[in-house]
């Protein structure tokens, strides 16, 4: 459970539900496919849906080098980098209890660029390797040229938080007699069947990083 | 497609995947089950899930009335309200033009209290009713009591956009040739069996919303 890292980055609403160790949060932006990015421009705050990496005790992101959001984080702007894992409808007995499981993650503070090919390069293959891992060395690795276009912009997790509702509804004592069914319908990110690009050429079969992974 | 409705809401990243049709921002958010909320608090931006109902031209958020976002956010400060859904990994033939397929909508504006006990019971009544339709009818209506403690807020939707990114990867001409599997991995988010709370009194069925949902 550990204690918040710093006054701000204390979870205010609800703190029976903050968790502030790194094994808890690490395991959340694992798994979190997404992140929403936070930034202010021109007094006004802007929330991006962006990929990101955790490498270590840093999460990554990355971007156009003309991407506006790109260049005001790598100029030092305070940031806020939030995920968020949806697991269950919470169904109460009163309209007022109703809630959702999940799993979230707030990162506060500052990014700094990663600077030089290698670099970028090994976090451009954490992006790969967390959306699906083997898939790296599956596929033709970057250019000098798309590296030098990619900017990757490091977070530090020193301000962290996560934030977790698991389990029953919660109900006032005297509506726990109602005749109300209640309960927990859980909500996972299920993968269907891998779709073959319209242009994939005969007789390639899925690769292992897919096959291993179920698909 | 239309057109942005303000030049900071323009799309400026991968301008083609923007949209700025009503029908489809509706259509996003009314399936997104958690928002993104971007503030900012001396100087530092904050970005907290919550819960939304998108109601006619508005988005509803809800919150305690003692909650720092409820309190800024009624005090008119600048907001920004973003969904994201995730619909698949797309896995190119280079480590570069890896990607996802999403659907998600960006909301700036300022928000406004949503005042009196009967237009929170209907903003409650759209929360509930989103998670689950037709629950609404089957559960304990709020109390007064319950009512005077929830703040609710209403987001219009005039500075909105969404941004798309649908179908097969896209590769360089070249890499088409590459022995590599490339496609699509389609994501839901998928309800499991529901799960009856530890102190359901014996007897009682999956209410109707739950069976009409699939439950």
């Excluded at 499981?101 to 954490?126: C, D, H, I, K, M």
Aim: proline content about 8%.
């Amino acid at each position: 459970m550990a204690t918040a890292p710093s006054e701000r980055s204390r979870v205010r609403r609800a703190p029976k539900r903050a968790d502030y160790d790194r094994e808890t949060i690490d395991a959340i932006l694992d798994e979190a496919l997404v992140a929403h990015l936070g930034f202010v421009a021109d007094g006004q705050p802007y929330v991006i849906p962006t990929l990101h990496a955790r490498v270590g005790d840093e999460v990554l992101i990355h971007g156009s080098a003309a991407s506006r959001m790109v260049t005001l984080l790598g100029a030092g702007v305070p940031a806020c980098l939030t995920v968020t894992l949806i697991d269950g409808l919470v169904l109460a007995r009163s309209a007022f209890h109703h809630s959702m499981n999940y799993r979230s993650v707030v990162v506060l503070g500052t990014a700094r660029f990663v600077e030089g090919p290698e670099a970028r390069e090994r976090a451009l293959e954490a992006f790969t390797e967390k959306l699906l891992p083997g898939r790296w060395d599956e596929v033709r690795p970057p250019t000098r040229q798309e590296l030098k276009g990619t900017r990757v912009l490091a977070l530090p997790l020193t301000e962290s938080s996560a934030k977790l509702r698991t389990g029953d509804p919660v109900d006032d004592d005297e509506d726990y007699n109602l005749d109300v069914w209640a309960g927990v319908v859980p909500l996972t990110l299920a993968p269907g069947t891998p779709q073959p690009d319209a242009r994939l050429r005969e007789g390639i079969t899925p690769s292992p990083s897919l096959a291993a992974w179920g698909g």
